[in-house]
């Protein structure tokens, strides 16, 4: 008998199915309904680390069951490539920003390839690809034309060592991540996608989705909508009104200070009235790069000054009160002034505690009540903001906009899509914070598409969000090029099946393109086919596996599991088994070197199973265990409980071994419910016993739930093949289970009567014959 080759067979069947298109997938298929699978795309950073793995096989798994389930799988792939890590990696090491990352794409290609996944390469995407990026910019166009898109000068995070400004993503705790300066914010005019729009509609999308409750309470969060009311308070000797926006006006009666943000325009509107206006000024000043989330940080020192010179009249009590100025309340939210009740709110507290303000305990008043008596409106606010998508960096899909001198600003035509990035030498970020395509004459100047006129390019690129909102679109039909897609493929396969990756990208990636399939269904007509109002119908993540120690698998901490290594020692099918074992998937949990060695021993078992196949063999002993592990696999694999699966084909395996013969349809059942785990193992197994097909284009085995009742049978007890008792067992029950059973039986022993055993005969499910 041969043994279990993993580096041999595995290479022969990922071959084996790239030359036959196994798992390219056609758009229609007689009898099939479309299944569309879909894992996160990976940024092509260089190396495919163990978090990669553990979402791409275990998500692997699940499309290969759908389809020996009968549906007609879509399992694409591609590179999420345009981003700020190229651009940080090849400053780094002085590579430019796209040589780094085509030879990343191409490394990780074969790595990707060495899971032995089903995917279908002839769909691939790459987001920097020209092909791609060119309705990238269209999709920026169409949020253009219907005034989704919209420049202002908006905060940017602000590295004044590196003279730059940074992705949220790049800001360490409120540090820059490449050089620990303290990140300031910054004014500076940024292109932004008017997502506040779809608040409403990106909150109620939730409900009807089958998403884990965690993300769903995650966005509604993030979204945050808040009902409340607007409450104007006089300022005596004075016309200007204070509106205040406040969730519990029940509360007005302890309402003894008010708070302005730094931002408010009352500072600079009543400032000859404010007597220590330097003192607020300086205040101000301290306040301005602080970032919101220090600003709102709970465990912070309260800070402030009194607005002095001028109060406030609390409309419900009438009484006179101090106004202050303290960067606990922002600019941006509400109305950027708070009344402040202390005796109700933990901040308001704290703050009233350090300038020693009145705390008052007054009763509530009736909500509605009281608004009417104030003539108070009722509004709603939200903590979610427009989206910031422009970058003053070089690798991103340039923003599609001219500036004309005498047309001002104006949309890069459809027809002259894609502005291409330009190959650049120089993409390091400049000085004043511009793009570095800035320094590109040739890619700055253009011609006024409205009136011909020497005119300039908008040099900002997209922030790489943008690529990742609709590439699930492009994987319809991913070669087009006069259309994002083609509407019937659209059609054909979306909204997505199943997603899965990490939880990480809840309120970005996962809110985004739920953003952008809303405005695409909006447009008139809606584009592409774009008909559903949501792109992703299910979602599942998969948890973080921890080093070997149980922590963060860093290189600083030494304790990286490289999954190359794995392949090359104990090849994919055990590197995927494991994946899908060692706990359960949503958890992740800490990598067991031994863990993956005892995978790779069940799989060799299940390898020698296979030579046990014999014509004689009955098919009745296994009738149960069989059943019931068809029905757990199957619904484990449904539910994603990857690891209880494996363990209920563990068992199975055990039983099997204790057989002498095997029953070859037996053990082709066993396989298929191992194939999505073990799919190069099993495709193997499968030919050697003769078949001429893939196992993949087989259906999955079916369960008969009649066989799988815990049914007790009575077992018949023969001595010396005399029938001399009977007992009740449970069905399914083993040789050694039966004896156990039966040998201490009164009646059995008196039979013995110290004889020696000679030999048991079993018959599963019938009876046990002890030869004495
Ligand atoms: C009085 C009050 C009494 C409040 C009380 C709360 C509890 P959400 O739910 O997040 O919308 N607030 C309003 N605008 C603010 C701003 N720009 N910056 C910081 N805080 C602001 O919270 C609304 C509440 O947060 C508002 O209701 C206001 O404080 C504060 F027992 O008004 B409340
Ligand atoms: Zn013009």
């Not at 253009?144 to 003279?163: E, I």
């Not at 447009?523 to 592409?528: C, S």
């Amino acid at each position: 008998m041969e043994s279990y080759n993993p580096r041999k067979i595995e290479k022969k069947w990922q071959k084996y199915w790239e030359r036959n298109k196994s798992y390219q997938a056609k758009d229609f298929v007689k009898g099939k309904k479309n299944f569309y699978h879909l894992v996160m795309f990976p940024y092509p950073s260089g190396d495919l680390h163990m978090g990669h793995w553990y979402n791409y096989a275990p998500a692997d798994v699940y499309a290969r069951f759908k389809k020996m389930r009968g549906f007609n799988v879509m399992s694409p792939i591609g590179f999420d490539s345009f981003g700020l890590p190229a651009e940080n990696a090849a400053i780094k090491r002085k590579i430019h920003p796209k040589d780094w990352t085509y030879k990343n794409i191409k490394t990780m290609t074969e790595q990707i390839k060495s899971i032995g996944a089903m995917y279908d390469w002839s769909r691939r995407v790459v987001t920097s690809d020209p092909e791609y990026y060119k309705w990238t910019q269209w999709m920026f166009l169409q949020f253009y034309k219907n005034g989704l898109a919209y420049k202002k000068k908006a905060p940017a995070n602000w590295c004044p060592k590196c003279h730059t400004v940074l992705a949220n993503e790049q800001v360490v705790d409120g540090r820059c991540e490449r050089c620990e300066a303290e990140v300031v914010q910054r004014e500076i005019e940024q292109w932004l996608f008017r997502i506040t729009k779809y608040a409403d509609r990106l909150l109620n999308g939730l409900n009807a989705l089958d998403w884990p409750e965690k993300t769903k309470i995650m966005q509604k969060n993030w979204i945050g909508r808040s009902e409340g009311t607007l409450i104007d308070f006089r300022i005596q000797d004075s016309s200007f009104m204070l509106q205040v926006f406040t969730t519990r006006v029940d509360t007005i009666f302890g309402c003894t200070y008010v708070v302005v943000a730094p931002e408010h325009e009352i500072i600079s509107n009543l400032k000859s009235q404010i007597s220590n206006l330097s003192e607020v000024k300086k205040y101000i000043e301290e306040t301005k790069h602080k970032l919101e989330r220090e600003r709102l940080a709970e465990d912070k020192q309260k800070s402030g000054v009194e607005l002095k010179g001028i109060k406030a009249i609390n409309p419900a009590t009438n009484k006179e009160v101090p106004i202050f100025v303290s960067d606990y309340v922002l600019g941006h939210y509400g109305t950027g002034a708070i009344m402040a009740v202390p005796a109700y709110d933990e901040r308001d507290f704290e703050f009233a505690k350090k300038f020693n303000l009145a705390i008052i305990k007054a009763p509530l008043a009736p909500k509605d009540e009281i608004s009417k008596k104030l003539g108070a409106k009722k509004t709603i606010n939200y903590k979610l903001r427009d989206w910031l998508v422009s970058r003053q960096r070089y690798w991103g899909a340039p923003i599609p906009i001219i500036y004309c001198p005498k047309c001002g600003e104006v949309a890069v035509p459809e027809k002259d899509l894609p502005v291409l990035l330009p190959n650049v030498k120089n993409y390091l970020p400049t000085e004043e914070g511009k793009s570095p395509l800035a320094h590109s004459e040739k890619f700055v100047n253009a011609k006024c598409p409205k009136c011909g006129s020497k005119a300039t390019r908008e040099t900002d690129t997209m922030d790489t969000f943008v690529c990742s909102s609709w590439y699930y679109l492009r994987y319809a039909d991913p070669k087009n090029k006069n259309k994002f897609a083609d509407s019937k493929k659209i059609k054909a396969w979306l909204p997505v099946d199943m997603y899965v990756g990490g939880a990480e990208h809840t309120v970005m990636h996962l809110l985004y393109s739920r953003f952008f399939t809303k405005v695409l269904k909006d447009l008139n007509p809606p584009a592409g086919g774009v008909d559903f109002k949501e792109p992703f119908l299910s979602l599942r993540h998969q948890g973080i596996i921890l080093g070997p120690d149980g922590q963060k698998m860093s290189k600083s901490r030494g304790n990286v599991i490289d999954p190359d290594e794995l392949v090359k020692n104990y090849g994919s099918d055990a590197v995927r088994m494991y994946l899908c074992f060692m706990g359960e998937y949503s958890q992740g949990g800490p990598w067991s070197p031994t863990g993956i060695m005892g995978t790779k021993r069940f799989l060799e078992r299940v390898w020698k199973l296979a030579h046990k196949v014999n014509p004689c063999a009955s098919r009745k002993g296994l009738t149960f265990a069989l059943h019931k592990t068809i029905k757990k696999v199957t619904e484990d694999i449904e539910n994603f409980k990857f690891n209880t699966a494996v363990s209920a084909m563990m068992i199975l395996v055990n039983e099997l071994e204790k057989q002498e013969k095997l029953e070859i349809r037996n053990l082709e059942l066993v396989i298929k419910l191992l194939a999505p785990f073990a799919p190069h193992l099993t495709e193997e197994l499968w030919f050697k016993l003769g078949n001429k097909k893939s196992i993949f284009l087989e259906s999955w085995p079916k369960y008969d739930p009649k066989k799988i009742k815990e049914e007790i049978f009575e077992l018949v007890v023969q001595i010396n093949g005399k029938v001399r008792d009977k007992t009740e067992a449970k069905r399914g029950i083993s040789q050694k289970e039966a004896e156990q059973l039966t040998l201490n039986r009164e009646n059995v022993k008196r039979y013995i009567n110290g004889k020696r055993v000679q030999k048991i005969i079993f018959v599963p499910d019938k009876l046990i014959n002890i030869v004495i």
